[in-house]
C-alpha cells in the first residue's frame, strides 16, 4: 500500500493525498452486504485500519508510537517535546457505520501535512497525528474507550470489567490483537504536552447545510449516556401458555420504547433504543429476557435527567404490570462540554471569521480531551445529515475544503 511522500521528496498536494488515501481505506472492514462498515476494537478489520494508520506515518517519516491504552500517534517533532498541536480522529465503526464519521478526521490530517509540506511550511511545534482506540463503544458498549483512559476518566478496573456481546473480555480482546491490557491508565504526561487539540468530523446532522457553509466550528457537545435495560421474565411456549400466565418481557420493554420517544419529545430531547438483544430469540417462544439499550441526549443536563428518569419510572411501572424484573445500569455518561473560546476563536481568525459555530448530539474524543487539553473540533458539511448509517455522506468538495481548512487552522498554529 502506497503512503505519502517520502521524507525529503516534494510532497503531494492535500488534495491529491486524501483522494488516494480514501481510496485505500474504502474497503477496509466493509460489510459486501449492506456497503456497511463494520470496525470494530480490537478485531481484525481494527487491526487493519491500524495497519494503513502505521504505513502512513511511515511512509511520511513521522515517528509511529501506540500509547499505553493502544491509541495511535504519528509524530512530526519531537514525541517528548511541548506545547504539541495535536490532530485526528478515529478509525473504528459502529455497526454498519458510515464511510465518513472518524476516517474522515485520520485522512484530513494526514493529507493537511502532506498541504502544509506541499506549501513548504516549517514547523516550530511538534505535531502529531492521533488515531483513538474504541471511539464508537459498538463492541464493549462504552464510547470513547481510548481518550477516556488516556484522560484518566475510565480506570483500568472499570475497562478491565467490559465485555464484549460474546462474553470476550476487554483485556482479552486487547491481548488478542497484540497489545497489553496491564499497561492501560491515566496519560496525564502525555497530555500534558499536548498544547492544542483539533479534531476534525464530518458534520452528523443537517445544521451545517442549513448554513451553506461547507465547514464549520463546534461549541459543545450535549450531555449524553447509555443506559442498559434487562426485563427478566418467564421463558415459555408461544403456543400453549395462557396470556393470563405469562410474565412476558417484551411487553415492558415495548411500552419502554413508546415512553422513551413520548419523554423525549415532551423535554425536547432525543432517547433511542436502537439496540437489543432477546432471550431466548425463538419465534414460537415467549422470551425470558429482553435487553435493550437507552441512549439519550439533550442539550441541557436537567432536560436529559428530566427523560432519563420519566423513561425508568415508565419502565418499572409496565414491568411491575407483567410481573417482570427490571435492572437498569447506567453503562456510560458524558456531561456537557463547551470547548473553550480561546482556541475557538483562533481557529475563526485563522480561517477567516465568518464560520458557523454549532453544538451537536453527537460524542467525541474531543469531548473527553477537552477536560485536560485546549480543545476544538472543525465540522465538514454533511448534506443529508444522515450518519451511523451505510448512506453517511460528504461531498469530495467539502471534504477537501475540510483539508484546506484544518491545514490553514495546524500551519497557523504549528508553523508561527
Ligand atoms: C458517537 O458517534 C456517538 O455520539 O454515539
Ligand atoms: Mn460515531
Ligand atoms: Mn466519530
Redesign the pocket.
Known amino acids: 500500500m502506497s503512503g505519502g511522500p517520502d521524507r525529503g521528496r516534494p510532497s503531494a498536494s492535500g488534495a491529491d493525498s486524501f483522494s488516494r488515501m480514501w481510496a485505500e481505506l474504502a474497503p477496509i472492514g466493509r460489510h459486501p452486504g449492506t456497503g456497511g462498515y463494520r470496525r470494530y476494537a480490537w478485531t481484525g478489520a481494527d487491526a487493519d485500519c491500524r495497519t494503513w494508520f502505521q504505513e502512513q506515518a511511515e511512509a511520511r517519516g513521522l515517528t509511529y508510537e501506540t500509547d499505553r491504552n493502544g491509541n495511535q500517534w504519528a509524530w512530526l517533532g519531537d514525541p517528548l517535546g511541548s506545547d504539541a498541536v495535536v490532530t485526528g480522529s478515529h478509525l473504528d465503526s459502529v455497526p454498519d457505520g458510515g464511510a465518513f464519521?472518524g476516517p474522515l478526521g485520520v485522512v484530513s490530517s494526514f493529507a493537511a501535512l502532506d498541504e502544509l509540506r506541499h506549501r513548504g511550511a516549517r514547523f516550530t511545534r511538534p505535531l502529531a497525528i492521533a488515531n483513538f482506540g474504541d471511539e464508537?463503544g459498538a463492541r464493549f458498549g462504552l464510547?470513547c474507550v481510548g481518550s477516556r483512559l488516556a484522560a484518566g476518566q475510565l480506570t483500568r478496573e472499570a475497562a478491565h470489567r467490559l465485555r464484549d456481546g460474546e462474553g470476550v473480555s476487554l483485556p482479552q480482546a486487547m491481548e488478542n490483537a497484540g497489545y497489553d491490557p496491564d499497561a492501560i491508565g491515566p496519560d496525564p504526561e502525555r497530555l500534558a504536552r499536548i498544547g492544542a487539540f483539533v479534531e476534525l468530523h464530518v458534520e452528523q446532522g443537517r445544521a451545517l447545510d442549513l448554513t451553506g457553509h461547507p465547514v464549520g466550528l463546534a461549541s459543545a457537545i450535549w450531555p449524553?449516556g447509555r443506559w442498559r435495560y434487562d426485563f427478566a421474565g418467564e421463558g415459555n411456549h408461544a403456543g400453549t401458555t395462557r396470556l393470563a400466565d405469562r410474565r412476558d418481557p417484551m411487553l415492558p420493554y415495548a411500552e419502554t420504547v413508546l415512553a422513551a420517544r413520548r419523554e423525549a419529545e415532551l423535554a425536547g430531547a432525543v432517547a433511542t433504543f436502537g439496540k437489543v438483544a432477546v432471550e431466548p430469540n425463538g419465534v414460537n417462544a415467549i422470551p425470558s429476557l429482553v435487553r435493550g439499550w437507552l441512549d439519550s441526549r439533550a442539550a441541557d443536563q436537567s432536560a436529559l435527567d428530566t427523560v432519563v428518569a420519566a423513561v425508568e419510572a415508565a419502565a418499572r411501572e409496565a414491568a411491575d404490570r407483567q410481573g417482570v424484573d427490571l435492572t437498569v445500569v447506567r453503562e456510560s455518561f458524558t456531561p456537557v462540554v463547551e470547548f473553550g473560546h480561546a482556541l475557538r476563536d483562533e481557529l475563526a481568525k485563522l480561517l477567516g471569521g465568518e464560520l458557523p459555530v454549532l453544538g451537536t448530539g453527537?460524542?467525541h474524543d474531543a469531548g473527553i480531551l477537552s477536560a485536560s487539553v485546549p480543545t476544538a473540533m472543525l465540522f465538514v458539511r454533511n448534506p443529508t445529515g444522515v450518519s451511523?448509517s451505510p448512506a453517511e455522506h460528504a461531498g469530495e468538495d467539502d471534504c477537501q475544503a475540510g483539508v484546506r481548512a484544518l491545514a490553514d487552522v495546524l500551519e497557523g498554529l504549528a508553523c508561527r
Request: net charge negative; no cysteine; proline share 0%.
Open positions: 464519521d464508537e464510547a449524553h453527537a460524542g451511523h
